[in-house]
Structure formats: structure tokens, C-alpha cells
């Protein structure tokens, strides 16, 4: 069956799912020259990041003549639903658009970018140059070190910016999931493996789950390798509350109880919640006896969130907010919460997420089977990186850690980051002050920001500033010095491919096109120009196998695992031994401590429901509620003039972000930029299905098509973020959280009108 663009239409339309569709042949290269090559065909095994590394879903590759020409599923693997976005990831590395020469800026920075084409010995010997510079004379802090999309790099430009001597390591979770992993750790802990096992929820279990609440989430297109599980759960008999201002197709398919709340207001809404099932008295009075702390607190607080007040807050029918309580507050077992690592985007955003997350230990459902699972002997490496030790987090980030640039904007997340990763959300400051003078960014994107014109404008005002990148993006690129070419995840080997405690080694399948390096080769090759050969094993074509050998080496496995051993266990992986046995309620056995003691590693040792870190640097312990820096309630001076509520970031099952927007495949099945709006909105304002329409905020106006649909709350709107040429970012205001410095790319005021022909 070959793969033509009407066939590849007709079978993404819906969800953007093709594996079940199309058997397990996923893809055939449509180049006549591969049909007729009778080069023998070797097979291959790797799998997809292009939404961003999780959950990577494997594919079987055949390779003619050093070209992919199939992809089948991949057998015995723990993720294999490739999507539309997958299968794309072929058309994509063969995009002749693809950035294949490192180039350097002939004309000033700021202008369309004029490039020429240099050797990789040019541009390494430019950036050891320009970066050695600055460190001598001020310190080599003032140089940023960042990653984006992939995040895969992570910790190879950890390890070169610690070895560098700079602490200010900054990645694209500066905007995305931190804030949830930062709420968990207030709550049970500082250690990042404690909070990571449960930072955006938990799935629910048949039979011991007592609810589960999907919250500002739509796994339906967001999460397909999770998504089948929630379904069987709800055919078993489970209960679902989906908290959602959109009728997404997840609350459509699972949701006993939709609530669609007004934008901002979560937060209300979980108080309510947790004064609901504690006045109903079915919580779990032993463990918030044994193991909390400030619960009296927040028992007397939650008091003035009562149904009445709280529909009025959120905008909720009170007799759908009745029967979320009544599921909430009968049966047996923990309430989980499934949500998205975007949620926290609100100016009230980490205590909104905290409130949430507090129904669980309310509940009793830490460490217990239905509530979440904390990771038993958790490895010193996950999916996202590789182990601590490589990325130097654990010798030399503690020596360099008062040289961060964020701890005088965001003490909270300085203090409860122990990986380095600083809050770049305040670049524009960092280089305004002179604490930032040039950047290395690999897959770095000034969209992601709010009001993107201002980090735009401190990528050029750096003494130096280089990027690698897949392709040369005007909206990053047009304000870099210089551009490096990056390899493709099919090109590529790093990092260790990790699921729980089973691991694969991912070999390239391809050779990289042009002159296209991975990204640990190229962080390699910086640090030795840099002049830290030793640290970076001389760099060159070997780099990444030496990486993955360092990694190995400093594993904490119980039998240790080599590069060869993890080489000729091929595709079946190995899997990482357990010193002792799974154990449920670690709290009680000292399990979670680094002491050893019974208890969480919080200031108190138990779990906060008043946070003693929040109160230490100024802020109110609880999770306290406050209406949105703009809203109608909050402004309604500015709602006269921009009176629907803006909600931006939610996903769209054909594109990651920024990306992809030049693969033909997928951009059929979005072409243009859309809003939607429901339809007596659109009425009102004389808007029709796919009319062109302005976007308007208080900072700037875009232009985009009207999708006039019922998907969207009355009085809001909907719009997907990461297209250049309508970058509703620019709309977003920075107005951050002060505790975790995340944008409110989900609250604001806009307006919407409609666009001359
Ligand atoms: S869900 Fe799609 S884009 Fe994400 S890893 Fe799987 S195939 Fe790739």
C-alpha cells in the first residue's frame, strides 16, 4: 500500500491515528528510485519524539540504499500508537527546507537573515572564541545554556554549561510541566523522584479508585498512549469528573460529570471540592492525622468555598457541581487527578494546582494501590535525560548554584530545582542587567514566550548568541549570530531509551543528512573546543556512544550494564534489577528519605497542606485561591472593551507547538491559523464558519480563521499557540506567577472581529 497524501488525509482525519488503520505497515517511501533499488533491505528499530520525547512510541524501520523506505510497528514495545505525527516524521527528515551546513549572519542581527555557509571547525573555533571571551572577562555565568524541542539534549548541555562554569542551564519546561512538578514538591518534597512519579496526576485502577478527575486535559489528542488505558477503565466501571471550559473529545467519550468552568477558576473549584468530602467525612482521617501538616488550616479555610459560591466563581450549574460532589464524596478509595503539564498557566497557577492535588492525600492515596504510585528504588536517569552524574547536576551544579540568575525573580523554583534548569522567563531582564550576555540554545524557541518581540529583541542585544537547530526559523533565528544544523531523531542515538526500569539502547538507522550532527555530538565538540577535551572525550563521530558509556557507568544499577551488553540485547532492551521488593506506604518505611527516617522531605516531614517552603520566601502557606490578574471579575473595565476570555495552549492531535508546520502532510489537515469561537458569539459579531477574523488583547492584535463551534464555553475562545505568522503568544501578557514565573497563557481578555475580505 503506498502512502499518497490523499490516503494519509482520509486516514488522520479524525484523531490523527493511523497504526490501527493501516495494519503494521505504517508508512511506504513514495520515491520510485527505492521501489525499484534491489539493494538488500536491513531492519531497524527506533522510535518517535516528535511531540517532544514522551511517550515515544517504537517503529520498526526498514532501510534500503541508506534511506527509510518502510516503517511497521514495532513488536514487544511498550508504546506502539503511531499517530499522524509519527508517520510524518519521514516526509520531515527528508524535508529539502532542512537545515544541513552551519551558517553564520552577514547582515545585523534583527533583519531577514542573511547566512553564509562555514565549516563546523569555523563555527567551533567562533563559538570557543566569543564564549571564552566573556568568560574571561565577566564570569562565565553570564553565558545561557538552553534547550527546547528536543528536549533530548537536556543533559549534555547540562554537562557542558556546569563544566563551562555557568549554572544557567535553562530549559523549554521553564514554560511547560515544571510548575506541576514544582506544586508536588511543596507538597511532599523537594526530591525531584518523589514529586516526578506524580507531577501531572495519576491513572485511576478498576475497583480501588474511588474517582478520577481528567482536569484541563484532553489526552484524546494529547495522550494517545495513555488514552486507551483511561478508556478500559471507564468499560470496567470507573467514574470520570472532566473539568474542562472545552467539550473536548476526552470529556465527550468518558466524562460521567462534564464541568465546564470559566477559565482561571480552578483553583475555587478543588477548595470546594476538598471542603465537600471533608464536611461529607469520608477522607482519610488516619493519614492526614499521622502524616500532614497545616491540615486544621486548610480544613477552616476551604470552609468559605461552599456550592453555592463556588458555581457562582466558576460558572458551573449547580446541579452538575452537585453531582461531581456526589461522586466525589461517596464510595470507596482515593481521588486521582489526571491533568496536563501545561496546567499550571494561570497567574494563580501553582496554588491552583496544589489545591488539586491535595484531594489525593485527603483521600489517602499516596503510595497506595489506587491512589499513586511513588517509584520504588527510583533510577538515577529517566526519560527525559540521562543520569545525574553526566549531566555534572551532582558534583558541580552545587558549587556554582548561587551564581543562578533567576533566584532574585523566582526564589521558589530556585530553591526547589536540584537538576539545573533555571526560569528563563525573565530573559529579557537577565540581558537588560547584564546577568546574561550571550546563549547557546539548541531547539530554543522565542514563541513559546509570552510577548515574544521582547525575547526576540534579548536574543540580539547578547554579545553572541548560536542555536542548533532542524531548520533556520525566522521567529528564533533572525536574532542568532549563527546556526548549527542538528540531526533528526532517526539520525541520532542519544539519550538511553527509558521505560521504568527497562531500557534500550536507540542506534541511528540513517546516516544525518548534509552536514547535520546529533546534539551530544555537538555539545561534545563546544566542550572540547571550549577546552575541555578530557570531560567531553575528544568529541568527534563517537561522542554519543562515549556518552552513553559515562551514562552507564554512573547508573544506579545493582549489576552494573555496559554499552556492549545494552548493544546485543538490541531490541528487547534490558531490564534494570531491583535490589529489594516493591513496597506500598515507602512514608512509613523511611524509603523516601534521604536520612532514612518515616516521613516526606518536606521542612515538616509530613505533607503540606501549608507550605512551610512558600512561607519562608513570603507567600501564603495554603493554596489559596485569587481571581485572575485580568477577568471579567477582576477587570471589568477592560472586559467593556475585550470581553471574551482568552484561552491559549491547548493542543491539536497534527502538530507539536511550533512544529511541523511545514510538513505537507500535516499542515493538510490544519492549513491556516484557527479560533474558535461558539456560535452566539460568532453571531453576534456577524462571524461565519471559516471567515477570516482579527484577535484582539490590550498588546497586539493577529489575524486568524474563525472556527465557530460548540467545543468552546459561551464567552471564551480557543486558540492553538505556535504559528509564526499569527503567534497569539504576542497576545499573552507577562503577567507571571510568583512562584513559579509561568505565563497565563490561560486567563486574559480578548476580543474578536471580523476581517475584511
Ligand atoms: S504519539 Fe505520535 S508524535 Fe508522539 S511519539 Fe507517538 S507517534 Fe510520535
Redesign the pocket.
Known amino acids: 500500500m503506498k502512502m499518497t497524501r490523499r490516503s494519509f488525509l482520509k486516514l488522520s482525519a479524525a484523531t490523527?491515528a493511523t497504526a490501527a488503520a493501516m495494519g503494521s505497515c505504517l508508512y511506504i517511501n513514495p520515491d520510485p528510485a527505492l521501489a525499484e533499488s534491489t539493494s538488500p533491505e536491513e531492519v531497524k528499530y527506533t522510535?518517535?519524539?516528535?511531540?517532544n520525547h514522551?511517550?515515544?512510541?517504537g517503529m520498526k524501520c526498514i532501510v534500503k540504499d541508506g534511506k527509510v523506505v518502510r516503517i511497521e510497528k514495532r513488536e514487544n514495545y511498550p508504546?506502539v500508537?503511531?499517530?499522524?505525527?509519527?508517520v510524518s516524521?519521514v516526509q520531515e527528515m527528508y524535508d529539502p527546507q532542512r537545515l544541513l551546513h552551519p551558517m553564520k549572519r552577514t547582515n545585523p542581527k534583527g533583519e531577514p537573515g542573511q547566512w553564509e555557509q562555514i565549516t563546523w571547525e569555523e563555527a567551533l573555533a567562533t563559538i570557543a572564541e566569543k564564549l571564552n571571551g566573556i568568560k574571561e572577562k565577566y564570569g562565565a555565568e553570564k553565558v545561557l545554556f538552553s534547550t527546547g524541542d528536543p528536549k533530548e539534549p537536556r543533559s549534555a548541555v547540562q554537562r557542558l554549561a556546569f563544566t563551562f562554569g555557568s549554572p544557567n542551564m535553562g530549559t523549554e519546561s521553564s514554560t511547560c510541566y515544571k510548575a506541576t512538578e514544582l506544586s508536588q514538591k511543596l507538597i511532599y518534597g523537594p526530591e525531584w523522584f518523589t514529586a516526578k512519579s506524580f507531577a501531572t496526576g495519576t491513572n485511576p485502577v478498576a475497583g480501588k479508585t474511588r474517582c478520577c478527575i481528567i482536569w484541563g486535559n484532553n489526552p484524546a489528542w494529547s495522550g494517545?498512549?495513555g488514552w486507551n488505558g483511561l478508556l478500559n477503565n471507564k468499560a470496567g466501571g470507573g467514574k470520570f469528573i472532566v473539568v474542562d471550559p472545552r467539550k473536548t473529545p476526552t470529556a465527550e467519550c468518558i466524562a460521567d460529570v462534564h464541568l465546564q468552568i470559566r477559565p482561571g477558576t480552578d483553583g475555587a473549584l478543588a477548595l470546594c471540592f476538598g471542603n465537600a468530602i471533608i464536611e461529607s467525612g469520608n477522607y482519610d482521617k488516619e493519614f492526614v492525622e499521622k502524616w500532614c501538616h497545616g491540615f486544621e488550616e486548610y480544613k477552616e479555610y476551604v470552609k468559605a468555598f461552599t456550592l453555592e459560591k463556588t458555581a457562582e466563581i466558576c460558572q458551573i450549574p449547580m446541579d452538575k457541581l452537585q453531582a461531581a460532589v456526589k461522586l466525589l464524596t461517596e464510595g470507596t478509595g482515593p481521588v486521582v487527578h489526571k491533568s496536563a503539564a501545561a496546567f499550571p498557566h494561570h497567574t494563580n497557577g501553582v496554588n491552583n494546582y496544589r489545591a488539586i492535588s491535595l484531594l489525593l492525600p485527603l483521600t489517602g492515596g499516596v503510595d497506595v494501590p489506587g491512589g499513586v504510585s511513588i517509584a520504588d528504588e527510583p533510577l538515577c536517569f529517566d526519560e527525559w535525560q540521562m543520569t545525574f552524574d553526566f549531566a555534572r547536576s551532582s558534583d558541580l551544579l552545587p558549587k556554582l548554584d548561587h551564581l543562578r540568575v533567576d533566584r532574585p525573580y523566582f526564589p521558589v523554583w530556585a530553591d526547589t530545582d536540584q537538576q539545573g534548569s533555571v526560569q528563563l522567563n525573565r530573559l529579557p531582564e537577565y540581558v537588560e542587567t547584564g546577568a546574561i550576555r550571550a546563549a547557546v540554545m539548541f531547539g530554543q524557541n522565542s514563541m513559546m514566550w509570552p510577548q515574544t518581540k521582547q525575547y526576540q529583541e534579548a536574543f540580539k542585544k547578547m554579545e553572541f548568541c548560536v542555536a542548533a537547530d532542524f531548520y533556520n526559523n525566522k521567529w528564533t533565528h533572525d536574532y542568532v549570530d549563527m546556526i548549527l544544523p542538528a540531526a533528526m531523531s532517526f539520525e541520532r542515538s542519544c539519550p538511553i531509551t527509558v521505560f521504568g526500569r527497562r531500557i534500550f539502547l536507540r542506534e541511528p538507522i540513517v546516516k544525518p543528512q548534509g552536514e547535520a550532527r546529533p546534539d551530544y555530538r555537538i555539545a561534545c565538540d563546544i566542550g572540547v573546543a571550549l577546552g575541555f577535551k578530557d570531560e567531553f572525550w575528544g568529541g568527534g563521530e563517537e561522542s554519543e556512544i562515549n556518552c552513553i558509556r559515562e551514562s552507564l557507568r554512573t547508573l544506579n544499577s545493582p549489576t552494573p550494564i555496559t554499552y556492549e551488553e545494552l548493544k546485543a540485547a538490541g531490541k528487547d532492551g534490558i531490564t534494570i534489577p531491583m535490589k529489594g521488593e516493591k513496597q506500598t506506604k515507602k512514608y512509613e518505611l523511611g524509603l523516601l528519605r534521604p536520612d532514612g527516617q518515616p516521613g516526606f522531605t518536606t521542612p515538616t516531614g509530613k505533607v503540606e497542606f501549608v507550605s512551610e517552603t512558600l512561607k519562608k520566601y513570603g507567600f501564603d502557606g495554603l493554596p489559596v485561591w485569587n481571581e485572575p490578574v485580568q477577568s471579567p471579575v477582576a477587570t471589568p473595565d477592560v472586559a467593556a472593551d475585550y470581553p471574551l476570555i482568552l484561552n491559549t495552549g491547548s493542543r491539536v492531535p497534527m502538530f507539536?507547538h511550533s512544529k511541523q508546520r511545514h510538513v505537507p502532510w500535516l499542515r493538510a489537515l490544519m492549513p491556516d491559523p484557527i479560533v474558535r469561537i461558539y456560535p452566539s458569539d460568532a453571531e453576534a459579531r456577524g462571524i461565519a464558519q471559516g471567515d477570516w477574523v482579527y484577535v484582539s488583547t490590550q498588546l497586539g492584535e493577529i489575524k486568524a480563521r474563525a472556527d465557530v463551534t460548540r467545543m468552546v464555553k459561551p464567552g471564551c475562545m480557543d486558540m492553538f499557540h505556535g504559528w509564526s505568522q499569527a503567534n497569539v503568544n504576542e497576545l499573552v501578557s507577562r503577567d507571571f506567577d510568583p512562584i513559579s514565573g509561568f505565563p497565563p497563557y490561560k486567563e486574559g481578555l480578548c476580543q474578536i472581529r471580523k476581517a475584511e475580505a
Open positions: 490523527g522510535h518517535c519524539v516528535q511531540c514522551g511517550p515515544r512510541c508504546n500508537n503511531i499517530c499522524a505525527k509519527g516524521a494517545p498512549a507539536t
